[in-house]
RNA sequence: GCCCCAUUCGUCUAGCGGCCCAGGACGCGGCCCUCUCAAGGCCGAAACAGGGGUUCGAGUCCCCUAUGGGGCACCA
């Protein structure tokens, strides 16, 4: 059997986290089997539609690498993959269940079922349509269809017995049958509803594995009653365990929670982690890590090493948050395994966002030291202030410049040899600054290390308490600005 | 209210009857390394929701309770 999975969102928007995830999982499922991919657009309501939206759906999944095999830009051969360019399938497939006698006509209107539903919820009882239109006889059908009244068509679900969803993650499913509402297949705008479309696509697009949020086992009953009606089989199902908020109440969404615990902001949509300054390669990490695990004990691994071990019976049933302090983790430690060159061309981009042009040997002279101190891009920023606050945004004193281990005017004047050295430094780099520098350290400082002086050394060159390893931070500042920096300084202690 | 799903350290997880007085990771605390901050190394605190069974033996199987979650739309 070919194994075909699909990921079919309905463009609200943008694409959720969670679902992100249900998209990585029937991605990675479909390529460890050789099968294919599919992206479907679900845009049956056209209420809820948001323009730009597939295309931002498309962007997400494409910046995650998620490649589809068939769908929307690449086609395929079940096309169209929008729901709503299959509007006549729909309704062919919808007279069909007509004619067979598994749907039914229903006249209620929008107002009279919301009105039927508040009274069922006011007096406690069972909820869901009371099948009234079910009972109409062929007599009372016809003579509403006269008067042109608008209908839906609504599924005769069975009554009595149970149906059982076989699941792969959880097991059999059994739900009795008197729990399966008689839903609306077809709205009365002719469009059919997700329950309708997405049993008629399935089938049709030879969609063999269905692995989707746990939020849809309630309605699989339906479906599979629904693949019954048809006569057709019904596809593998593995229903993922749904991603909660931080709290742990409710599903993740910003509208119940926007900051976590921490006060931080609980990103969502995929951009979100994007513009955040998340790798793709860790984010992807990150979701095959929630609900799955690796195995043997490792927690960082490229993707394309988790597809071979990716099993759906493997797949933690329960529901879940998002560690986002285990993502920022990882996302250094991806950081951390860039080439100094590929990093600079990551974080390149952040900066210009936030402001900041820094030239590009710059960048590549601290690159190896941001390396390890990165949990996102958008924190290079904040590692590099010194390359553009001149020294008035910090005020520099001599009282800051001040160290017991190097006491009398032993500051000035290894300030002073330091720019001597740094002036006529051949070549200009962070290996032959260190040495020098290092020297000159120890030998003005009262235990005879270079610590004490380094560190009064990188507040003169850096005006910041913390910087980069301060070799490389006066390569990437260029010789003339660390000079006059270094000049500034030594001025400051001559004026006291 | 009814139906369904779930329940191992704070969090993400390993565990599919004896290998578990429960392993890893993040986070947290301590130490080491160290030019600051990091990174890295070492150490530490920290969990089988509760109760009944089944079994020679239960974190692992069954039942009940509790708790959490999902659903009960002409939304997906």
Redesign the pocket.
Known sequence: MTIRTRF???P?GYLHIGGARTALYNWMFAREHGGQFILRI????Q??AVKGAVQALMDALRWMGLDWDEGPEVGGPHGPYI?SERAALYRRWADRLLADGHAYK?????DE??AR?AA?KAA??????DRRCRHLSPDEVAARERDGL???VRFKAPIEGVTVIP?V????????N??I?D??LL???G?????L??VVDDHFMEISHILRA??????APLHINLYAAFGWPHPVYA?L??V?NPS????LSKRTQAFDDGGREVLIKVEEFRDAGYLPQALNNFLA?????F?D???KFPIEEAIPRFRL???????????Y??L???N??WI?DMEPLELARAVKPFLERQGHEVGAEALLAVAP?LR???KRLTDAAG?LKFLWEDGDAAPLTAGRLANNKLPGDAVRRGLQAARDYIAGAQPFD?ETL?AGL?AI?EAHTTNG????F??V??LAVTR?????????SIVALGRERALARLDAAIALLAGQ
Not at 106 to 110: L, V
Not at 169 to 176: A, F, K, N, S, Y
Not at 289 to 293: E, L, P, R, T
Request: glycine share 10%; hydrophobic share 30%.
């Open positions: 079919a969102p309905s609200t679900e845009d049956t309501d209420k809820r729901q229903c006249f209620c209107t929008a079922l919301k539903r069922q406690r009882g069972d909820q869901g349509y608008p209908f839906a699941d993650i959880r097991g059999d499913i059994t739900v009795p008197a729990q509402a839903a609306v709205k009365s705008d469009l059919p509803t997700y329950h479309a997405n746990d939020e849809w086992i309630s309605s229903h365990p749904l909660l742990g109440r409710g599903k890590n929630v609900g799955w695990a195995g004990d490792r927690e019976e493997d797949i933690n049933p329960a529901p879940t948050r998002l560690p302090d285990k920022d983790w990882l250094g430690q951390q030291s390890v101190r990165l590692f962070a260190g290092t350290g290390k270079a610590g004490p380094l560190g050394l990188r910041q308490d913390v910087s980069p390893p301060v070799f490389e």
